[in-house]
C-alpha cells in the first residue's frame, strides 16, 4: 500500500490507524596504533592501591597517578590482576556516602525489589489502554489496531514532563516512554523461538504497533501516581502508521528518496527507541537503535552496500520485510537510511508530528541528552551502541534564547563532532563537516548530507577511538561534568586494548568522565564549556565483581557484597548531582539487573549502593525522576526474557501473577514511604 505523505499535514489524534553485540566496525582506525604508541611513552608509574583509584582527590584536578597507571596498557593489565581485590563481606561500608537508603541485597526471583523504606508501585503496562477509545488487553486476542492505542513493548526511555509545561510540578504530568523493540515468543500463544517464522501478517502488524512511544498524562494523588484515562494528551506514535519528518542538512538527499516519498523528507515510523533525553525549550529526543535488524536482501543488490555493510543492515531479526516490502531492501533500496537518527518530539501538543533531526548524524544512537552551554549554544551528547563504536558531539550553530521566535528547530544546524581519546588523559572532538579533512568527493562524501547518512565512515576517517559499547551519556546538573557508560565489550583484546578501554574481553564494562575546560579543580557546572574542542577524561568505575581478581574492578572504596554492578546501560542524575546507574546484562555476571547510586565526589565517590532489582529476565532502563526527586520511574524491559520463557510457559508472569497474563514490561514508580527526596 502506497501512504499518502504529507508530513507537512499535524496529525490527527488519536492516531489514525539483541543486536547490540555484533561488531560493524572493520575500519583499523587510527585509534589504536595511536593510542598505544602514545602509551608505550608513557612512565612506569602504577599504583596497585585501589583505594587511591576513582577516590583519589586528585580525579577533581588534573590526570591522577591512577589514570596514568591505566594508560599503561599491558602492564596496567598486569598490575590490575595483581592488585589486592576488594576482599568485601559486609553489606555495609565505611567510607561516607550521602546516600541513606540501606543496600538492597542481590535478590534473583520472579518480582522486582526496592531497597527498604521504599515503596514500588506498577503505574502502567504493556497493553494497558492510553488512547481515548482503547480496549482493555486482551492477550490471547490481541491487535493491531488495539495495540496502537495501548501502551507498547519493551519501554526504555522514561522522560517526566511536568504540567503545566514550564512549571516545576512532580504531582502532575506527561510520561513519554519509548518502545524499544518485541519479543514475539512473549508477546504471542503458541510463539517460541523455534517457530517465531511463523508470525502472521497480523502479528507483525502488532509488533510494528507495539514499537514507537507512549504520551501518556499521569496524577498523583497523595502518594498514588495514576495514568488520566483519555486524556486529549495521550497519544501513541507507532512503527506502523505514525508520520515522522525528515529535517536538517540531509532532509530530501536523494539517498532519502523512496517509492512512496519523493521528497525525501517524510517517513512512517520509527523503531528501535532506545534512551533519550530533553531539551530546554519541552521537547524530548529519542533515539533509533538496531535499526538495521529489521530490514532484509541482499545490500550488494543496492546502491547502498558499503553504508549498510558498515551498520549491519540486511540481516533481518524481524519478519516485517514479509509483509512490508519497504522492510526490503532489494525492493526499496533507500529507506533504511530514513533509521538511525534521532528523533525530536514534542509531547505537549498532541498534534505535533516528529522530527528526525539529521544534524545530529546516523548510526545506532543509544540516546541523546543535550546541556545548555554557559554561551547559551545547546549541546547534544550521544553514543553509538556497538562494539567498537564511537561517541558524539553536536553542538547547536546558535544560542537558545527563551524569549525569541524560531528556536524550534535549532538542532537542525550545527557541528557534530566524533570522540579522540588520547592516552595523556585529554581528549579530542573532532568535526565531522563536509569539505573538512577527509570528508571530501575523493573519499565518496559529495554533501553534508553524506557525511551525516554515513556518520560511522566519516568517524572511521577523521580517527575516532573505538569504544567499548557507549550507551547513556549525561551531563552531571551540579558539576558539569559528563558521565558516558561502556556497557562491555568481550571483543576487546590485548591488540585493541587502549587508556579508555583497558580492560581485555571487557565483560563488565565501565563509566567514563568526560571533563569539559572550566570545570576544574572545583567542578561547576556553570563553567564548564561543553562546545571546547578539547576536553580532558578519566575512568570513574570499572564494573565487575571486587571478589573476582579476574573482573579487575575499580570503584571508589568497598562498594560491600551486593554493591558491584556489571554492564552499566543508562544513567541518570538526582537533583544532588548523584549517579544513578541501571544495568542490562547483569545475571551474565551472577546478579540482577537493576539500580546503583553513588556519589560522584567526597568519600562516598563511586562507591555503588543496590537501590532496585529487576524481576528474573529484565533489564532497567530510563531512570528518572519528578523535579523534586520524591518519585522514581524504573522502566523494566523485557520481564520473564530468559532461556526457554515463552508466552505460554514465562519463566515469570511479572506484574500481574495472574495465570492467564504473560509478564508485560511495566513502569514502576518508586517513592520513598512517607514521601521526600528518593536517595
Ligand atoms: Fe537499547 Fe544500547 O541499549
Ligand atoms: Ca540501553
Ligand atoms: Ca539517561
Ligand atoms: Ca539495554
Not at 28 to 40: D, K, M, Q, W
Not at 509 to 514: A, F, K, S, V, Y
Request: hydrophobic share 35%; with cysteine.
Amino acid at each position: 500500500m502506497a501512504h499518502s505523505y504529507l508530513c507537512s499535514d499535524r496529525t490527527h489524534p488519536p492516531e489514525d490507524l539483541g543486536a547490540d553485540d555484533r561488531i560493524s566496525n572493520t575500519s583499523t582506525g587510527p585509534s589504536f596504533p595511536n593510542v598505544l604508541s602514545e602509551r608505550a611513552g608513557q612512565p612506569d608509574a602504577i599504583s596497585t592501591d585501589p583505594v587511591k583509584f576513582a577516590g583519589d582527590r586528585s580525579l577533581f584536578g588534573g590526570p591522577s597517578l591512577t589514570r596514568r597507571a591505566l594508560m599503561q596498557g599491558t602492564s596496567v593489565i598486569a598490575a590490575l590482576a595483581v592488585s589486592p581485590a576488594y576482599a568485601t563481606a559486609t553489606d555495609q561500608t565505611g567510607h561516607d556516602s550521602s546516600l541513606t537508603f540501606p543496600p538492597l541485597p542481590n535478590i534473583h526471583d520472579e518480582d522486582s525489589h526496592v531497597a527498604k523504606g521504599y515503596h514500588l508501585h506498577t503505574l502502567i503496562r504493556w497493553g494497558d489502554p492510553v488512547v481515548a477509545g482503547a480496549p482493555a488487553f486482551d492477550p490471547g486476542n490481541q491487535s493491531a489496531q488495539a495495540q496502537a492505542l495501548q501502551f507498547g513493548y519493551n519501554n526504555d526511555f522514561v522522560a517526566f514532563m511536568p504540567l503545566p509545561k514550564g512549571s516545576l510540578n512532580s504531582g502532575h504530568g506527561l510520561l513519554c516512554v519509548n518502545h524499544e523493540y518485541t519479543i514475539p515468543h512473549l508477546m504471542f500463544p503458541g510463539i517460541t523461538k523455534e517457530n517465531d517464522h511463523t508470525l502472521t501478517q497480523d502479528q507483525v502488524n502488532i509488533e510494528m504497533a507495539a514499537h514507537g512511544h507512549s504520551v501518556v498524562e499521569i496524577k498523583r494523588t497523595g502518594h498514588t501516581w495514576h495514568v488520566v484515562r483519555n486524556s486529549p494528551l495521550n497519544r501513541r506514535l507507532t512503527a506502523l502508521d505514525t508520520k515522522f519528518q525528515l529535517t536538517g542538512p540531509a532532509a530530501g538527499s536523494e539517498r532519502l528518496k523512496t517509492s512512496t516519498d519523493l521528497t525525501g523528507t517524510c517517513v512512517i515510523g520509527t523503531i528501535n527507541n532506545c534512551a533519550g533525553g530533553k531539551t530546554p525549550w519541552g521537547t524530548i529526543l529519542f533515539a533509533e537503535e538496531n535499526f538495521d535488524g529489521y530490514f532484509a536482501g541482499r545490500i550488494e543488490n543496492t546502491g547502498e552496500a558499503r553504508n549498510y555493510a558498515r551498520l549491519g543492515v540486511g540481516n533481518a531479526e524481524y519478519l516485517w520485510s514479509r509483509y512490508h516490502s519497504r522492510f526490503d531492501v532489494e525492493k526499496e533500496p533507500n529507506e533504511a537510511n530514513r533509521f538511525g537518527w534521532i528523533v525530536e518530539f514534542d509531547p505537549y501538543d498532541p498534534y505535533s508530528i516528529p522530527k528526525k533531526r539529521t544534524a545530529l548524524g546516523r548510526f545506532k544512537h543509544e540516546g541523546a541528552t543535550t546541556v545548555l552551554n554557559k554561551d547559551g549554544r545547546v549541546v547534544v551528547y550521544s553514543g553509538d551502541d556497538q562494539r567498537f563504536e564511537y561517541i558524539y558531539r553536536f553542538v547547536t550553530a546558535r544560542p537558545y534564547d527563551a524569549t525569541a521566535a524560531g528556536m524550534t528547530d535549532l538542532l537542525d544546524e550545527g557541528t557534530l563532532s566524533v570522540a579522540r581519546f588520547m592516552a595523556d588523559g585529554t581528549l579530542e572532538w573532532l568535526p565531522l563537516v563536509f569539505g573538512q579533512g577527509a570528508l571530501i568527493p575523493a573519499n565518496d562524501f559529495h554533501s553534508q548530507a553524506d557525511v551525516l547518512i554515513e556518520t560511522r565512515r566519516a568517524a572511521d576517517l577523521v580517527g575516532a577511538t573505538p569504544m567499548d559499547r557507549p550507551e547513556d551519556i549525561e551531563t552531571n546538573p551540579v558539576t558539569g561534568v559528563v558521565y558516558a557508560a561502556m556497557t562491555n565489550n568481550t571483543k576487546r583484546t590485548a591488540d585493541t586494548l587502549d587508556a579508555p578501554n583497558p580492560r581485555n574481553m571487557n565483560r563488565h564494562g565501565h563509566i567514563l568522565e568526560l571533563i569539559p575546560p572550566g570545570t576544574a579543580p572545583d567542578r561547576n557546572k556553570a563553567k564548564a564549556d561543553h562546545t571546547a574542542n578539547h576536553f580532558t577524561w578519566d575512568i570513574f568505575l570499572l564494573a565487575g565483581n571486587p571478589d573476582k581478581a579476574e573482573d579487575q574492578s575499580r570503584y571508589g572504596h568497598d562498594v560491600g557484597r551486593s554493591g558491584w554492578l556489571s554492564c552499566p546501560d543508562n544513567v541518570a542524575f538526582d537533583n544532588q548531582g548523584r549517579l544513578w546507574i541501571t544495568t542490562d546484562g547483569a545475571p551474565k555476571a551472577g546478579i540482577t539487573d537493576g539500580v546503583w547510586a553513588c556519589d560522584v565526589k567526597g568519600d562516598g565517590r563511586a562507591i555503588t549502593r543496590r537501590f532496585y532489582a529487576c524481576p528474573r529476565g529484565a533489564e532497567l532502563c530510563g531512570p528518572e525522576f519528578t523535579p523534586d526527586n520524591s518519585s522514581y520511574f524504573a522502566s523494566v524491559q523485557h520481564p520473564g526474557d530468559e532461556p526457554g520463557s515463552t508466552y505460554d510457559t514465562p519463566s515469570t508472569r511479572w506484574p500481574d501473577f495472574h495465570e492467564f497474563m504473560p509478564p508485560r514490561p511495566s513502569i514502576q514508580v518508586i517513592r520513598k514511604i512517607g514521601g521526600g527526596p528518593i536517595g
